[in-house]
């Protein structure tokens, strides 16, 4: 079936550093969606990506869509321990859009 | 504009019993979907309801299920629980897949 992997699994960085989450897609994704949940929390939508190529910053965070529609990326500049937490990448069936895909999930952790 | 509502927050059950989990969505919002999430299996889709139809369904049993109400509050349902139904329940709403979710807090549930 169709599968959604994120690498990396998991990252421990040291504040001010960069941190990067790659996701990929067995099949070509209409749309992408990211996704944030802290520790003890439920995932919070953070941007929804569309057109191939497409790149959207939301301050410290940039977000790709690849060319062919199958992979994404989340980068943070600079990290702060406000970004702790786990980066979930989605994107919909595409068999039916009524039904949306986790990828495995990227668990950050950032030390003072 | 409050989000989403769950209850109960936390649930501890014994196996074979049932259990019914309640969401209820954003104001305005006609989709709500179910998730489980578990640490080894991540966040694995349940179903999706709209204007009280199911329009998808993800690999779960028959035990597992749903409805939805005229009002979109929304409930899922697992009978004859097992050990393994362990796991926090999370539902979304949304305007409609495959538009961005909004998350409820989830229900833990543990099942003994």
């Known amino acids: 079936g169709q599968q959604v992997m994120q690498i990396p699994q998991y990252q421990h960085v040291q504040e001010g550093e960069d941190f990067t989450t790659y996701c990929n897609s067995s099949?070509?994704?209409?749309?992408i969606q990211w996704y944030k949940q802290r520790p003890g929390g439920h995932p919070v939508f953070l941007i929804q990506?569309?057109?191939?190529?497409e790149v959207k910053k939301q301050k410290r965070l940039t977000f790709q869509f690849g060319e062919a529609k199958k992979n994404s990326s989340l980068h943070i500049t600079a990290t702060q321990t406000t970004d702790v937490g786990t980066y979930f990448c989605a994107g919909p069936m595409n068999t039916g859009f009524q039904k949306l895909v986790f990828g495995t999930g990227t668990r950050l952790l950032v030390s003072p | 504009k409050a989000g989403v509502t769950q209850t109960p927050r936390y649930l501890i059950k014994t196996r074979g019993q049932q259990v019914t989990l309640s969401c209820s969505p954003i104001s305005g919002h006609r989709s709500v979907s179910w998730y489980q999430q578990t640490p080894g299996q991540g966040l694995q889709f349940l179903f999706e309801?709209?204007?009280?139809?199911?329009?998808n369904k993800g690999n779960f049993p028959g035990r597992f299920s749903g409805r939805q109400f005229s009002n979109s509050r929304s409930e899922m349902n697992v009978s004859t629980l097992e050990l393994g139904d362990s796991a926090l329940y999370l539902c979304?709403?949304?305007?409609?897949?495959?538009?961005?979710?909004?998350f409820g807090p989830g229900t833990r549930l543990t099942v003994t």
């Open positions: 099949t070509t994704l209409s749309n």
């Open positions: 990506l569309v057109k191939s190529g």
């Open positions: 309801y709209f204007s009280e139809t199911q329009r």
């Open positions: 979304a709403s949304s305007f409609g897949l495959p538009n961005e979710q909004y």
